[in-house]
């Protein structure tokens, strides 16, 4: 797994305009928390898969660990897919067949259409009938008009996310950004994340960091979802 390293100006930055808090979020409430698992794919897991994060094969033990915590104090748990949809309105050619070149855009918009092997989640995650499956064609799952996840969770009345996933430092971090803009309380898991180097997974920390999100361990998050039960039950 990544080895976390946030510069200590950041974190001491951080603090001062936190109150001098390591950890925000340390209540929560359960039934209005969301556990967001953003494209852990076998497009992105898979050894020699189009988009392989080595990392990421290490995530699904501690992403089934915070799942299974946050379902048991009456949270939601709410799977995104990275999806190609050759029908949707508002296509990303910018995307496709501008940053990318057009071999790399157009194999990725073959194995991440659904119905192909690289688009389904990673097998080894614990997928329960009751929680959410939501395709986006977009980094984030909050771009306007490409993801249902906004309307779902509000429907639910959530406030609070929780990310882990992949990429850290893409879809992670895109997802991360957008929740805080649009009023979420956000927990960003700094070893539920994952991307190609611990250079690039320790910048988007050290901007969850700064600015966006709270960062937990998945230790922390843990006694943070346990020691918010009992809190949540006496009110």
């Known amino acids: 797994m990544h080895k976390v390293e946030i510069p200590q100006e950041i974190l001491e930055r951080s603090a001062a305009l936190r109150g001098g808090r390591d950890v925000v979020f340390d209540r929560i409430d359960p039934a209005r928390t969301a556990h967001v698992v953003v494209d852990l794919q076998n497009g992105f897991m898979e050894e020699g898969a189009p988009v392989e994060v080595v990392a990421a094969r290490e995530l699904p033990e501690t992403v089934n660990a915070i799942s299974r915590a946050l379902r048991a104090a009456g949270g939601k748990v709410v799977y995104l897919r990275y999806t ?3 029908g949707e309105p508002n296509p990303w050619e910018n995307w496709y067949a ?50 249902a996840l906004h309307d779902e969770l509000q429907a639910l009345g959530i406030d609070t996310l929780i990310i882990t996933g992949t990429l850290t430092n893409c879809c992670s971090e895109s997802t991360a950004r957008d929740a805080n803009q649009l009023n979420y309380k956000v927990i960003f898991v ?46």
């Open 190 to 235: 700094t070893d539920g994340n994952a991307t190609h180097t611990d250079r690039e997974h320790n910048a988007t920390l050290a901007n969850m960091c700064a600015i966006f999100a709270d960062l937990q361990s998945s230790e922390r998050l843990l006694r943070t979802i346990e020691e918010s039960r009992p809190a949540v039950a006496a009110e």
């Open 84 to 86: 190609y949809d050759a």
């Open 98 to 147: 501008g940053l990318l070149s057009s071999e790399a855009g157009e194999g990725l918009k073959e194995v991440f259409t659904p119905g192909h092997h690289h688009h389904a989640l990673w097998p080894t995650l614990e997928v329960l009938p009751e929680d959410l499956v939501i395709d986006k064609t977009r980094f984030s799952g909050f771009t306007p008009g490409t993801c």
